[in-house]
């Protein structure tokens, strides 16, 4: 059964006995929760697209390792088409949900992990990639959704792990048995946490020597014992509790994000995948990192989104035809499309790793997320200039049920002839939650930070140009030898 | 007793019988409502400020007409200095609230029909000045918080009033009778609405003769029969409602905007400044613009509250000294304090008119404007870059005072190790609420769309610029004759 | 021998006898004259590398119609590779000569008559094609630089070429005869004319059945009788007539544009492409142009040389280790890999066309020209920033001749103690080159105005968006059916 | 005789005897010197407009030592209103010349030296301020163009002035004498220098202990014996010796800089204003950089031209109408108007010090000059869109006055019909002299590295900022004590 349903997918979940808290109490249905239930909604379109004929071919690929059709979402990249389809995968599920649909992040630890172990095995003579493989057919066989675990609390930014008044403010092997080891730290930020089956620890930074008990990676369900989480909240999270139809914006499906705790979590031989060898910590981060900033192609989808709801919003106002506001939709395409040329080209110049691993090139990479942590703040901002000012005086969609107001917000918040009031205010609550509300955590503020805030893509990109190829031809142009 | 305390004015408020509807319902006690009192907090620090000894030269100006001292709020701008005055006024008031304090409006308001007013004398001997002056004293006599109402529906943007398949949506007489007028429709985004004692209607573009019934300018007392107020809703209300004191952001401030239907309403007629006077609609539209474009003098003061939200999580993150950091800080800064030139360019250019009143450049005011679409959104995309990602992912505070998670959160989020956890927390939730939250639909929305979209401005722009000197300077030069 | 070498190129170039006018005066000879020579060297350049090994697979490709190794110049791409690599082609040679080096627009052309006859062909049972491939084999087998002709004065802007009062406005036949058409006309902006051995024409806009005698494409030897060349001077022309070797920035390689008359011109029936359909002018205008906003490749190779000459000048200065420097090259860097991203992710969308040929994805392409009418301005502006403003203040080079004031150049330009004060003159010079000299003609006016100004590139765009697909899916998350 | 006449100004230069090298050569006649002319006809403007009464009241002030009417750029700002009219008049002659006038440098270093060598005398009981009115009262009785040179060439960016391997990389005093000092450096960049009369020099840096002898200050005449000026070449200088009247560009007016050595050149003491009092030095610099950073007023000026000239160019090329170009003019005019604020804002928040000088508010110049090193970039790329591209692909004038190319260059670049050719040609001259040639080197690199470079700029706004204010606010609204 190497490919699930969306119905089983929900059903897997139910099978989970995840440790879930959210505004202080335990959370006992996770899957029913209606705060979260529209995050599952949203992973669960990976899997309800993967048996859609037309969205087959980007949706699947053919395991390297059983030969079987998988999900993509499990599949380890044998080629640049592979690469070039994850990106236009990434878009079609961004168009589709309007948000973070959660699982590129496991996806791309795959991948990296599939490249690090092999070459730490080469060096070492290890079996991590042994290990790997087997771990690999099992998620695919099961389909499962990963989440890949990369970010630690940190704590005093100036001090290594090893140096941190408090030892767990990155995550570290406390005990080391026969069968396993004990783990013990945190992983901050980690989206689509609770709709997932697996969890993969990964250092976040370089490391040294002293550094060693942190450099660690490993595979863990993700309601192992001692494994703990706390939700995070979004703006106008609690709009999901109001029971109505219209103001949450996106009425199918959100995001969401959790710190997860492991309180001495016991991991076993089988799925541990790096253990104690430190210079690979940076291989591993940049991989992952490469792949992950390859995977902000979801925002051009969710910029689609954006761009759709801006164009009607226009329709709905009636103000479609003026120049100045077909010029801004222009240019909200125009940096979209900017934005997918970054993610395509990435894939395109892709290379292939001793693993057999098809791996993105990692500056154009950088450079695509780097202009994710801009352009849509921009095309956000044109977005609401388009929508005007009722997007955030809009009454209540209660007030349009009530007897007493419905009547002025028909009549008063009518704007184009053909379209009823209603659909106004569906369209402008959408972009509210595009621009302000649950969505604009992913579309904005992850944009900026995930997969690396902006400044690590500068780092990356100073020290992947090759700046003496640029230098030389400078000064033979001008007579310098 | 011309100017109350705060705790007058909030005493004031209480004697007034609004008609307010919030979601679906009728609102019992406006000023007690936890999603409004902030909102008149705001307001009620206009009347605080102008009795601190310290504030006094910038929050209070002479009458010209008893001689009294008065709040600027209820003042007529009598020289370059008051002007000046007023824009600083603003970035005091946006930097004490870190919102939108709402009596802005009305001043503006006032100080447009002194001079349109007295132009419509001017040109036809009535007597709508005398009357403005008489309504003035009493709004200074009183201290009243005055909402200034300009925005109507305006139904299908591709016709003027008259030929709207529904006729109200633009304000019109319906009635004239021998004591006033009877009016109907409704002004929308009304910004303070139900925080005021006074509401002064003005049209919204400009008119032709065929809409002469259109052309209307009239005050009311807010709670006069027949008007009723419906509340806008704002990302992130409901957090007002948790009973928490950290995830609503701003603890003690923020804003807010109504739709004001006005059901056939009775003006008496010394409440009347313009009738029927339609080609005075531009001048009124415009004067009030301009002066309302000069109060986004505002945004300075909430940029300034950004600012050092930024600077301070910055600092609690424990990464201000990296240089990045420091440079986002300065071109925060930078852009917060271009915004600052333009409302003192445009109130130090400032001219006299006819009537004595003192009016800001209108080109200089509509530039400031303009930029005020652009920078805040600017400022607030580098404050979530220095703020990070946590702002996002951050639990619940009833996550830090539940037992089961609150000793994660404290260990796990801990950065500088001489800042407590919660003040992190705190100065995360002020970035959300300022980015994201109800005060990003003023600092953001608001800015884009208030006092005119920023199409308003372009267009005010290019009629106010001198072309053709500037075309005789270049011919000149390239010896064009 | 169908790959010249540059010195059978330049050889080949004084057999033609070309009708050249400059600064009022008939050039002539051409090939020597020390303003256009840079321009000829930077052309010979495409024929030099061709013959290098490393550069074999990006500069040269197997004629699909020959089965000969071709330089890729001549080619018609036959896969996405072939479209990949031309945008490789141009990064390089554009890094390598650090100026327009004029020879794509002929590539470019080829590849869409390529396209456009044959679907002409196809409607009409012409033999348009079979012309067009002879052709083609001629220009493979002698290698020959083609100018691609599109660019019509067009008179007055409001009239379509039949209404324009001077019938020559757009070029259009004037006579047929047995034996071919004589046309009449003007070519403007063309790049590389006086080196090139070919010119093929083409219309510039879409056309209706009133302007059919203006929808003509056809090939002429450049130095056909009744051809005239008029050469448009560029920002610091003159100082390749200075002698020296340091003020002209560029020492090596330049561009030109010329005017191009056609005063009554035979052209024989083989030579003719399109005759009279007029209803294909658009695809053959918008194929080219997407090919050649493709070619705006080259751009990030001028780039590279841009942010080599300022990492060059900040070094030389002493200050490369300023973070705000460090953090400028970054951003520069970030711009012109952006810009590469563009070129590749068109070429790598590319497509079959029915005739075979590949054509870049023309959204995309659009896209990214668009982009390069930004980018390289604000490239050079950091330029600028961080070359310091010696760059407009240094002497001429005669004075680091002359005894009197050579002393104290060296003496005072003097930073980094480790190079000699010429070296740092000459990499200013360099910079001025590309931000205000010969150079930035190409480098930033070109590519506002090449290959189409930025308005087409938006209307474009806005053409090629799937807007209903965007507007579904937002409906669809809104609940609007 | 307190205000010369243009005639008299030009007179007044021929008296003087400067040794002046271009080209490597002598320059005889400098006033005549057809590439420095031009610059003097820009100075001669500052000369001509004091006389004329309709800018009587900007051009001209009242002395505050003589009482006599004087030009206002030997004037010592006396109010808030002078402060005002500095940066209109600025405005007024950038629009009147297209280029930099040269004659504020001059003004700022007085106004400067004005409050430091009061403060000096203050701390110190020394006698330079008296020295100075002396100095002040010569200067406005022959009513002086006076050069302020603080630029040094710096040598080692990295060692301060005593530590360079080459002591004169600073300007210091070489000999201290019983009737004044002799002083050895050169000062680099020195705009105006060859039209000026007298020289003052400042330190160009903060100073320690270490450096006092290089803390100096003072003023000579401008042909004092051992001072040399070697004139910086700028882009497409030349043009002016071509003898015609259009591609030149701005026929009229120009700029230039010029390195300006001091060898061993005596001061009299009553010409000294700062001894080695090397804690003033930091003072000094950032007062005269704060009013010269104001005094980019002139930038909005040529902006006119620039706007002007675009418009024009639009009107010619017969687009005017197209809204996209409209909307560009609108741009420009709204960045052109946002500097305007910039430099009436920190005028109009300027204070009175000490000596009685009014200075600009110190902050907000620092803004003002920021974005001046962005803006004229952004204003000079849309001059290039809406130009079009035959401004870098036009024929010489000569061509246009050849009869074989005449006939074709009228025929074939005529645009609109109402519209002479030449007339085109002139305005895209005058765009191509603003962007590329001789005045984009003041327009676009001077307003980078004039008053200094951007960075310098960031360093004052982060030093002038009020952080504790704006995070005692922000803390204050979150609650945190």
């Given at each position: 059964?190497?490919?699930?349903?969306?119905?089983?997918?929900?059903?897997?979940?139910r099978?989970l006995n995840?440790?879930?808290?959210?505004?202080?109490?335990?959370?006992?249905?996770?899957?029913?929760?209606?705060?979260?239930?529209?995050?599952?909604?949203?992973?669960?379109?990976t899997?309800?697209?993967?048996?859609?004929?037309?969205?087959?071919?980007?949706?699947?690929?053919?395991?390297?390792?059983?030969?079987?059709?998988?999900?993509?979402?499990?599949?380890?990249?044998?080629?640049?088409?592979?690469?070039?389809k994850?990106?236009?995968?990434?878009?079609?599920?961004?168009?589709?949900?309007?948000?973070?649909?959660?699982r590129?992040?496991?996806?791309?630890?795959?991948?990296?992990?599939?490249?690090?172990?092999?070459?730490?095995?080469?060096?070492?003579?290890?079996?991590?990639?042994?290990?790997?493989?087997?771990?690999?057919?099992?998620?695919?066989?099961?389909?499962?959704?990963?989440?890949?675990?990369?970010?630690?609390?940190?704590?005093?930014?100036s001090?290594?792990?090893?140096?941190?008044?408090?030892?767990?403010?990155?995550?570290?092997?406390?005990?080391?048995?026969?069968?396993?080891?004990?783990?013990?730290?945190?992983?901050?930020?980690?989206?689509?946490?609770?709709n997932?089956?697996?969890?993969?620890?990964?250092?976040?930074?370089?490391?040294?020597?002293e550094?060693k008990?942190?450099?660690?990676?490993?595979?863990?369900?993700?309601?192992?014992?001692?494994?703990?989480?706390?939700?995070?909240?979004?703006?106008?999270?609690?709009?999901?509790?109001?029971?109505?139809?219209?103001?949450?914006g996106?009425?199918?499906?959100?995001?969401?994000?959790?710190l997860?705790?492991?309180?001495?979590?016991?991991?076993?031989?089988?799925?541990?995948?790096?253990?104690?060898?430190?210079?690979?910590?940076?291989?591993?981060?940049?991989?992952?990192?490469?792949?992950h900033?390859?995977?902000?192609?979801?925002k051009?989808?969710?910029?689609?989104?954006?761009?759709?709801a801006?164009?009607?919003?226009?329709?709905?106002?009636?103000?479609?035809?003026?120049?100045?506001?077909?010029?801004?939709?222009?240019?909200?395409?125009?940096?979209?499309?900017?934005?997918?040329?970054?993610?395509?080209?990435?894939?395109?110049?892709?290379?292939?790793?001793?693993?057999?691993?098809?791996?993105?090139n990692?500056?154009?990479?950088?450079?695509?997320?780097?202009?994710v942590?801009?352009?849509?703040?921009?095309?956000?901002?044109?977005?609401?200039?388009?929508?005007?000012?009722?997007?955030?005086?809009?009454?209540?969609?209660?007030?349009?049920?009530?007897?007493?107001?419905?009547?002025w917000?028909?009549?008063?918040?009518?704007?184009?002839?053909?379209?009823?009031?209603?659909?106004?205010?569906?369209?402008?609550?959408?972009?509210?939650?595009?621009?302000?509300?649950?969505?604009?955590?992913?579309?904005?503020?992850?944009?900026?930070?995930?997969?690396?805030?902006p400044?690590?893509?500068?780092?990356?990109?100073?020290?992947?140009?090759?700046?003496?190829?640029?230098?030389?031809?400078?000064?033979?142009?001008?007579?310098?030898?």
């Open positions: 059964m190497p490919m699930m349903t969306a119905e089983q997918y929900e059903e897997s979940l099978r995840l440790v879930v808290y959210m505004f202080g109490k335990r959370v006992e249905n996770v899957v029913d929760d209606p705060i979260i239930r529209p995050s599952m909604n949203a992973v669960a379109k899997y309800e697209l993967a048996h859609r004929p037309e969205h087959e071919d980007i949706m699947t690929a053919t395991s390297h390792i059983t030969g079987k059709k998988v999900n993509r979402f499990t599949h380890i990249h044998q080629s640049i088409d592979d690469l070039v994850k990106s236009k995968m990434g878009r079609l599920l961004g168009r589709e949900t309007g948000c973070c649909f959660q590129c992040v496991g996806m791309d630890t795959l991948n990296a992990l599939s490249i690090v172990s092999f070459d730490i095995d080469t060096k070492y003579g290890t079996e991590y990639y042994k290990r790997f493989l087997k771990y690999l057919e099992y998620v695919q066989q099961n389909d499962f959704t990963v989440d890949g675990a990369m970010t630690d609390p940190k704590g005093d930014r001090l290594p792990p090893h140096k941190q008044p408090d030892p767990d403010q990155f995550m570290h092997v406390v005990e080391e048995r026969k069968d396993g080891i004990v783990v013990r730290g945190a992983k901050a930020h980690q989206t689509g946490a609770v997932s089956h697996e969890i993969i620890v990964m250092p976040t930074i370089s490391m040294r020597e550094d008990d942190y450099a660690i990676s490993f595979a863990l369900p993700s309601d192992a014992e001692g494994i703990t989480y706390i939700m995070g909240r979004q703006s106008c999270d609690t709009r999901k509790l109001e029971g109505g139809t219209m103001d949450q996106n009425l199918l499906f959100g995001g969401h994000e959790a997860v705790v492991f309180d001495d979590v016991f991991v076993p031989w089988d799925r541990v995948f790096m253990y104690r060898e430190y210079e690979f910590s940076r291989q591993l981060v940049e991989q992952f990192a490469a792949y900033r390859q995977s902000y192609a979801c051009v989808g969710v910029g689609d989104v954006m761009i759709g801006a164009q009607t919003a226009a329709e709905y106002n009636g103000v479609e035809k003026a120049s100045h506001i077909r010029d801004k939709i222009v240019e909200m395409n125009h940096l979209n499309e900017t934005l997918y040329c970054g993610c395509i080209a990435c894939a395109s110049e892709g290379h292939k790793e001793p693993s057999g691993t098809y791996c993105v990692i500056l154009l990479a950088n450079v695509h997320k780097h202009n942590t801009r352009f849509p703040y921009e095309i956000s901002r044109l977005a609401q200039d388009i929508a005007g000012g009722l997007m955030v005086t809009l009454p209540s969609e209660k007030d349009l049920q009530s007897p007493e107001t419905a009547k917000l028909k009549k008063y918040f009518k704007a184009n002839p053909d379209i009823p009031t209603e659909h106004r205010m569906h369209i402008l609550r959408l972009i509210e939650n595009l621009t302000l509300g649950t969505a604009a955590t992913n579309y904005l503020t992850e944009s900026m930070h995930g997969a690396g805030s400044q690590a893509q500068r780092i990356m990109i100073s020290r992947r140009i090759n700046m003496q190829e640029k230098q030389r031809a400078a000064k033979r142009l001008c007579g310098i030898e």
